[in-house]
């Protein structure tokens, strides 16, 4: 049996090390175990699904995953928790495990980190990826919205992550909350809240409420956009001032690249009136709009 993570495991474990939690790292364990279970129970794991985390911690969740899953890919940047979690998954013969920055840089994943995982999904008999953590809020962003243009796709992701960043993977136009994640993640997959979570359940408690999100991803709609990095990027520019005419954005955007003419063409065969912004659009109307503009423009890249 696998020790529980509880606060009062934490701390003692932490305390024989002599290390404290790293601020740095997004160090904040979950300590409700009814919560743990939930995430696990959220991922719907079984021997056919190979499992990336990243932030093992002290390996509690990493445990029960091995107990369901085919293999476990677990990527640790502490190397004082690395250590710890190897002690306890000593006997895991179907768990990776990693000491890296899961993360190259914002836009991409470590190599290291996607060659374990293809290792993985190929010792796996009919395996399917699947993102399971409690995520460090400071990588939360990159790993979930760079997983959509890895070349290991993954089935579905279930993370702890921030409410404010759930909350904006969910959100709708209109909505304060809604921005080019929301567009990214929601032209490609199908999203959901689980539970909402307050600080009281992490060890140290952070400042701001938590969510478990689900997001499961939807080949029907990835398959709607011809082509995703075009997409992705134009998203983000026009979304740059999100609040501001839709007009100003796309001239922003195109600027060198599409005469102002040419963007009331545009504007004029999607019905947009002058006052149209973006924050208002959905995504179909916006991947309509990046498409006529691709039409225009092909060879814009950021």
Not at 2 to 24: D, Y
Not at 146 to 158: A, D, I, K, R, T
Request: glycine share 4%; with cysteine.
């Amino acid at each position: 049996m696998q020790p529980r993570q509880t606060k009062s495991f934490l701390m003692q474990r932490l305390r024989e090390i002599g290390v404290e939690p790293a601020s740095r790292h997004g160090q904040n364990f979950l300590i409700d175990l009814n919560l743990v279970d939930l995430i696990v129970k959220s991922a719907n794991l079984d021997r056919e699904d190979v499992v990336l985390e990243v932030g093992t911690g002290t390996g509690s969740l990493t445990a029960m995953m091995a107990n369901l899953a085919g293999h476990v890919v677990t990527v640790e940047i502490d190397g004082h928790l690395y250590e710890l979690a190897s002690e306890h998954l000593l006997d895991d013969e179907n768990v990776t495990m990693l000491k890296i920055d899961a993360l190259r840089n914002k836009n991409h994943f470590a190599p290291e980190v996607m060659q374990a995982v293809g290792e993985a999904l190929d010792s796996v008999p009919n395996s399917r990826l699947k993102l399971v953590a409690n995520l460090p809020y400071n990588v939360a962003t990159p790993i979930l919205s760079n997983l959509l243009s890895c070349e290991h796709l993954p089935h579905s992701m279930v993370a702890t992550i921030q409410k404010e960043l759930a909350e904006r993977i969910v959100a709708k136009p209109w909505s304060k909350d809604y921005s080019a994640l929301s567009v990214w993640m929601q032209s490609q997959c199908d999203c959901e809240i689980v539970r909402i979570m307050p600080p009281s359940v992490f060890w140290p408690q952070p400042r701001v409420d938590s969510a478990i999100i689900r997001i499961v991803i939807n080949h029907e709609k990835r398959n709607l956009i011809p082509d995703r990095l075009y997409f992705h990027q134009f998203v983000k520019m026009i979304f740059i001032h999100r609040r501001k005419f839709l007009r100003a954005n796309i001239v922003s955007a195109m600027k060198g690249h599409l005469t102002k003419e040419q963007i009331d063409v545009v504007m004029e065969e999607m019905q947009f009136g002058p006052d149209t912004r973006t924050e208002q659009l959905d995504v179909a109307t916006l991947l309509a709009l990046t498409e006529k503009i691709r039409a225009l423009a092909p060879d814009w890249k950021l």
